[in-house]
């Protein structure tokens, strides 16, 4: 499954930024889409995820300011993104994974989109 990501930029802090992802191809049965990050020097990390059923979670960093979601019959998940900190400032990325985790990903992981936050 390919998948492209969109929607990042250059904000201030406090500014928001709603990224976007496009899967090539629907993924048959419950699956769980998410949006992954990897800020310069770091590992790559979990940020938001949502099974088909629409459960969430969150990495502790973003709750209350980030929101998760997806279009089921687009193929697409969305990550809005308010109050923003410089510490968001990352890389994002997009997957897919089979069933209600992230154990099995069927993505390939793209070019991801820049976030930056910075006065």
């Known amino acids: 499954v390919q998948l492209v990501e969109s929607g990042g930029g250059l904000v201030q802090p406090g500014g928001s930024l709603r990224l976007s992802c496009a899967a090539s191809?629907?993924?048959?049965?419950?699956?769980?889409m998410a949006w992954y990050r990897q800020a310069p020097g770091k590992q790559r990390e979990l940020v938001a995820a949502m099974t088909t059923g629409g459960n969430t979670k969150y990495v502790d960093s973003v709750k209350g300011r980030f929101t998760i979601s997806r279009d089921n019959a687009k193929n697409t998940v969305n990550l809005q993104m308010n109050s923003l900190k410089p510490e968001d400032t990352a890389v994002y990325y997009c997957?897919?994974?089979?069933?209600?985790?992230?154990?099995?990903?069927?993505?390939?992981w793209g070019q991801g989109t820049q976030v930056t936050v910075s006065s």
């Open positions: 191809e629907r993924i048959v049965g419950i699956n769980t």
């Open positions: 997957n897919v994974g089979l069933g209600t985790t992230l154990s099995t990903l069927v993505g390939s």
